[in-house]
């Protein structure tokens, strides 16, 4: 500023340059930190993406053929992995289309299915707690059935409406269709718990 009397600059005093470089390094550090929280961000984002998409796909649920162990709009998550077991729930591909059906039997097992709904895997009654109401459904397929090498037989768990490895439009699923297998469900919240 000039000194309306002299003419002259005024000299800035000790204390306001002390502020003046606070401001400065509070900004520098500021910066800093923004920087760093944006880039933590993308890396956390971008990690779960991976893993999304890699590992542990996330699906929501679309129509009946689940209920009442899952429900349209419930959002799960699945877990990529080879081994299948008997009552696993699979989501797998289909025309372009994820299904989500249970694993009733493996490669070179046996299924009959009686005109009650009442399911056998090799000649042995299948307990099924998850099923409210046994069904025939859409079967076209001579029984008993042998599941084929390296395809496992599916079935929805509402047996009136699912088309699934009783029809031969869906068929037994290749472990190459298989997107995951269903551990968890995550939406609604009050919901929250593993997928059996």
């Given at each position: 500023?000039k ?6 600059l ?5 204390e306001?340059l ?11 550090r500021?910066?800093y930190?923004?920087?760093?929280t ?12 991976l ?6 796909p996330v699906?929501?649920i679309?129509g009946?053929s ?7 709009g419930e ?6 992995g080879?081994?299948?077991?008997r009552?696993?729930i699979i989501?797998f591909y ?5 299904l989500v059906k249970?694993?009733?039997?493996g490669p070179?097992s046996?299924?009959d299915?009686?005109e009650d709904?009442?399911?056998y895997?090799?000649?042995a009654?299948l307990?099924?707690e ?5 069904a025939?459904g ?5 029984l008993?059935y042998?599941?084929?090498?390296e395809?496992y037989f599916?079935?929805?768990d509402h047996?009136t409406?699912?088309?699934?490895s009783r029809?031969?439009?869906v068929g037994c699923v290749?472990?190459?269709?298989i997107?995951g297998k269903?551990?968890?469900?995550v ?7 593993r997928v059996?």
């Open positions: 500023m000194n309306k009397r002299e003419g002259q005024e000299r800035p005093t000790l306001q002390e502020e003046q470089l606070q401001r400065e390094r509070y900004k520098v500021y910066r930190a923004l920087r760093t944006i880039y933590t961000l993308l890396a956390v984002a971008a990690t779960a993406i893993a999304a998409t890699l590992w542990m699906l929501q679309y009946s689940m209920t009442p162990t899952l429900n349209e959002v799960v998550v699945s877990w990529k080879g081994n299948f077991e009552g696993d989501a289909y025309n372009n289309k994820i249970r694993v009733i039997a070179g046996w299924v299915i009686k709904g009442t399911v895997v090799d000649g009654l307990e099924e998850y099923v409210k109401e046994k025939f859409e079967c076209n397929i001579d008993p042998q599941v084929p090498e395809r599916v079935m929805g047996r409406t699912s088309v699934d029809n031969t439009a290749s472990e190459e269709e997107v269903l551990i968890f469900r939406w609604p919240l009050n919901t929250i718990e059996k």
